[in-house]
């Protein structure tokens, strides 16, 4: 590869070489406060041009690496981030066996973590950003990373991928563009736009967290909530998770334990203000329950 | 038609974690996990009751559980041997008991 750079996000270490260079001064930028020493890596992931004509005309990026889908679609220069991004993801999705991963996000406050899980659209990513803005610990937005050993949640804090209006309800929230990464106009998944988390979430991610409490959020609905039973959380879970059955036994041990330790709720919200407010609600009735439990101990 | 006898897994082929009314249960040799509910798990003890590798009949199996259980079927017409031999059959179509055909 003619360009390369080294990313280290929580435990997972990458090397992403482009045939181009402008993919990797964005990502140079956007990961600016991640390690990037020249270690070796879990991960390789290349940048290629599709054909050799199309590293000069129309040039087009198709994923390659460790991992790859045979049916993936190249996508445009232009949009060389997001393929990256993509290709990380694919990475741990496919190769990731340290952990019970599954596809949600996470916030930690006083050592205890809220995992936010649910389809993709249902503003899981914004929510966690909302919250890591304010006075939350941000522990990730695509991946949670289950130790099956601990029980603990391994950060895996990579910029937040924002779609289509979460954009501007995010750029009003945080007031520092450098942490901002290019628009992705027209990409398959609308418009996107990366949000760097702050610093100290970075600075923090090889710390572990206890986790504490498990939502299923679900933005546009008229507020609700409703309490989620073990049996039903551990089968959407069992959905939600890319490697569960890769793990094998290993993993239906860390799922088991993960649902019958914390309590879980389905929350429905209208507007993201609503939803942090729902989250911080719930979160404090489960620390005052955990601090009765402690206390009758 | 030959009878058929069912009998419990060796130890440690399955692993069963109670979820609020359900039982998640992993079935190490194939790396599948199965969610089910009442009677299911109360048939699985039962049968574990007699130790692995001893096949029973479904009459032995009811005599057995009804030692703990008032065992009623919802057909007055429909005899529990019958009922917990479908399910036992079915079990056994997903690996998660043995089934013997004949002595």
Redesign the interface.
Known sequence: MRHACFITVGPARFRIGSDWRPPIDQLRALYADYPMDEQVPDFTVRLQASSSLRRFVRPQVAIAGDFTLPDAVPLPLEQGLLAAEMAMNLQMALGWRRHLLLHASAVSRQGRAVVMTGLSGAGKSTLSALLAERGWRFLGDEFVLLDPDSGNIAPFPRPVSLKNQAIAAMEREVDDEARFGPVLRDTPKGTIRHLRPRTEWIEQMARETRPGLLLFPRFGFPRAVRRMDEAESFVRLTQASTNYVALGERGFDALTQFVRSVPACAIDYASGDEGVELVERLWSEQMARMGDRAAAA | MAERAYAALPEGAL?R?R????E?I?H?PS?I?H?LAEPVPDLLDGLDSFGPGEFVTPHRLVARMAERFDIRGDDPAEAPEAVLGERLAELAALGLVRMRVGA
């Open positions: 692993k974690v979820l609020g009314g359900l998640a992993y190490a790396g996990t969610l």
